[in-house]
């Protein structure tokens, strides 16, 4: 039987004022089920509740209703927390760090040997094509760059499950097309990955199973591979099916 | 948590703060002295450079720890940068604890030296560091006991008005306590006036007596102090403090007695003939002490930073409380708000001691005050800086309570409530 990563059931998250007045209903009754080994995309338009979803995911907030277990556990246990990598959608640095500083120090953070940490820094360093300017402060790197110094940190514990929120926002066509690799290695290695994005394209060759999001329900998702060979145009099948599925959202409104 | 600590401390090195702070401290040495007159003689010189470039330097520190805390978890959440540490491995309670840490240590470095420059720069020109002297006050009962005693005879007395003696006794208490606290006798010519002290025999004491120029009580001041075997006779009509040596009477006439033979003798209270011409009006709680001999000025120095560090750490501790709940400018706003109301709510309750003379507003505004002041009771009882410019020796006891208090456990409450609030506020 296949581990069960990510699971959330019956999942709401209304937010609220200072007064407890609510505000916005970001996620209303969402389930779902992401299995060791998926690269699972979670796409929706701007608003539908992504984010809070992925945030309830890493534990950063809690639900109003449902459940959410990471790997059987809590999100905010720390023994869920250890297997777990996460890169936000903007990359983020301290910019007084150099590259290296920067992994080695969310190496620390993820409690990691000192040596170890070095070792795994360098092998992600040279494998992000970074080597060559590690020891130059991150404060000024162009977004490429930091994306994957980001990238790299959310790799240097060797996660088990790996939150990619839009992996790809900001890059060149050449840095898209390394993060598309990156991912598919990663999860040819046996990752389990979840991730975000607009790029229906990227998405679609990156992923194998999908959900479709909107106004914090899911209106849709299943294989990857099925929905593509349901669709007319192979190419642009996630794409014509996300709309599908929005536009039949709309009707049953 | 040393994670935590070496980022901030990189960030304070690579930011600049740290050599900024350094420059400050070494040119508050060098610069502050000149720019200050003291009264011309060696003590005055030093104890001028000790209030002015320690009090400048401790003050700094305590800004600074208060101003690089408030705008740390603040700052990371403006950047979104704090969800990437949430979502690791480590207690939000380990980062805050590990970045309190780094400026605890960046505050020890810099009063660190600080300590080593006023070891250094004041002695420079020939002058002997002078040793501090351990500061012993009356051993009467407690102001509250006494205030206590007034009390049950003023509500006894058939003379007090039943409105007075209706009114709420807390208050009367309070009004009582501090009236005991500044209650002063008047010793006429030729008459004495005994004190109760507890100070070990054979130790060449002082008797320092204090005259608070708000009573303008004196033209001058002729006496003589005597404390067990010893005496010391006082002439003089100018200083507003004065230390009078007491000698064993034995060495007076012949010169050729031990100190300390007058153990013998258990009189334990000090007395004060008054031989001048003029009544002499003393506070028994405030203006008599004996001093007797303490350490080297360079350890009282130590004690001294260790004081100043307890509080700057404290003050970080409270700034990163309100970094984790506020935005920097808010936290910094408040903080300053909250520093300025612990530092003038003493005073407005030692200047407006009688709440039964005024208005709602100013009862409203006196109760913030009290409360604000038995809040900080303990940051007002440590004094380092005036305490290493007057020689007065900080007794160890009183290190260790401010350690304790100022460096464990509040820290650990406000960081506490740091990492609490940190988890609530990640949107």
């Not at chain 1, 999100?75 to 990359?91: H, M, N, Q």
């Not at chain 2, 304070?12 to 040119?27: E, S």
């Not at chain 2, 002015?52 to 940068?81: I, N, P, Q, W, Y």
Request: a positive charge.
């Amino acid at each position: 039987m296949v581990e069960t990563v990510i699971e959330l059931k019956g999942v709401e998250k209304t937010f609220r004022d200072f007064w407890m007045r609510p505000l916005a209903q970001a996620v209303r009754g969402l389930d779902l089920e992401v299995r060791r080994g998926d690269v699972f995309g979670l796409i929706g338009p701007n608003g539908s509740g992504k984010s809070t979803t992925i945030k309830m995911v890493l534990g950063l907030i809690r639900p109003t209703r449902g459940t959410v277990r990471l790997f059987g556990l809590d999100p905010r246990a720390k023994a869920a927390r250890t297997r777990l990598g996460y890169l936000p959608e903007l990359s983020h640095l301290h910019p007084f760090l150099t590259a290296e500083e920067t992994v080695l120090y969310y190496a620390g953070l993820s409690g990691m040997k000192r040596a170890a940490a070095r070792a795994r820094t360098a092998e992600l360093l040279e494998e992000l094509k970074l080597s060559h300017v590690r020891r130059r402060t991150v404060g000024g790197f162009s977004k490429g760059m930091a994306r994957r110094v980001a990238i790299a940190a959310a790799l240097v514990a060797s996660p088990e499950l790996l939150i990619l929120d839009e992996p790809t926002s900001g890059l060149d066509p050449i840095g898209t097309r390394e993060v598309k690799e990156l991912v598919g290695r990663l999860a040819a290695g046996g990752m389990t990955v979840l991730l975000t994005s607009h790029q229906l394209f990227d998405v679609q060759d990156i992923c194998n199973r999908v959900a479709v999001v909107s106004a914090g329900r899911q209106v849709g998702g299943g294989v990857v591979a099925d929905i593509v060979a349901a669709a007319r145009d192979k190419r642009h099948a996630l794409e014509e099916y996300f709309e599908e599925r929005l536009n039949a959202q709309k009707d049953e409104q | 948590m040393i994670t935590a600590f070496l980022i901030t401390w990189r960030s304070l090195w690579r930011g600049k703060t740290l050599w900024i702070l350094l420059a400050a401290v070494v040119a508050a040495h060098f610069l502050l002295p000149g720019l200050v007159r003291s009264d011309g003689s060696a003590a005055g010189r030093l104890e001028m450079h000790v209030r002015v470039v320690c009090g400048t330097v401790s003050a700094l520190m305590c800004v600074a720890s208060l101003a690089l805390a408030c705008g740390s978890f603040a700052r990371e959440r403006d950047a979104e940068l704090l969800p990437l540490v949430l979502v690791r491995p480590i207690s939000a309670f380990s980062v805050a604890v590990g970045r309190w840490l780094a400026l605890v240590v960046l505050v020890g470095v810099m009063l660190a030296v600080n300590a080593a420059l006023v070891n250094v720069v004041p002695f420079s020109s020939g002058l002997t560091p002078p040793d501090c002297k351990v500061h012993h006050s009356p051993s009467l009962p407690p102001a509250e006991v006494a205030a206590a005693e007034a009390m049950a005879a003023f509500l006894a007395s058939e003379r007090t008005p039943e409105a007075v003696k209706k009114a709420p006794r807390a208050a009367v208490l309070a009004l009582l306590t501090a009236k005991e606290n500044e209650r002063y006798e008047v010793v006429r010519p030729g008459k004495s006036i005994s004190l109760p002290f507890d100070v070990p025999a054979g130790e060449r004491l002082a008797a320092r007596t204090r005259f608070s120029t708000m009573y303008n009580t004196r033209m001058a001041l002729n006496g003589i102090f005597r404390y067990r075997d010893c005496e010391g006779t006082v002439s003089n009509s100018t200083q507003a403090i004065l230390d009078t040596p007491l000698v064993p009477r034995a060495d007076i006439l012949s010169l050729t007695v031990a100190p300390g033979a007058g153990d013998v003798l258990r009189d334990l209270s000090l007395t004060f003939t008054n031989t001048g011409r003029s009544d002499v009006m003393l506070r028994p709680r405030r203006d008599v002490e004996l001093l007797a001999p303490g350490d080297s000025f360079f350890a009282n120095s130590l004690r001294a930073t260790g004081e100043m560090m307890a509080l700057a750490g404290l003050l970080a501790a409270f700034g990163f409380f309100l970094s984790a709940a506020l935005s920097r400018p808010v936290a910094l706003f408040t903080a300053v708000v909250l520093l300025s109301a612990a530092l003038m709510a003493p005073d407005a309750v030692s200047q407006f001691p009688d709440e039964f003379q005024t208005t709602a507003g100013e009862k409203a505004g006196l109760a913030i005050s009290r409360a604000v002041t038995r809040f900080t009771a303990a940051l007002s009882e440590i004094s380092p800086v005036s305490d290493l410019a007057s020689g007065r020796a900080i007794p160890m006891r009183e290190l260790i309570g401010a350690i304790v208090a100022d460096m464990v456990a509040w820290p650990c409450i406000f960081l506490g409530l740091s990492a609490f609030v940190l988890r609530r506020k990640v949107r």
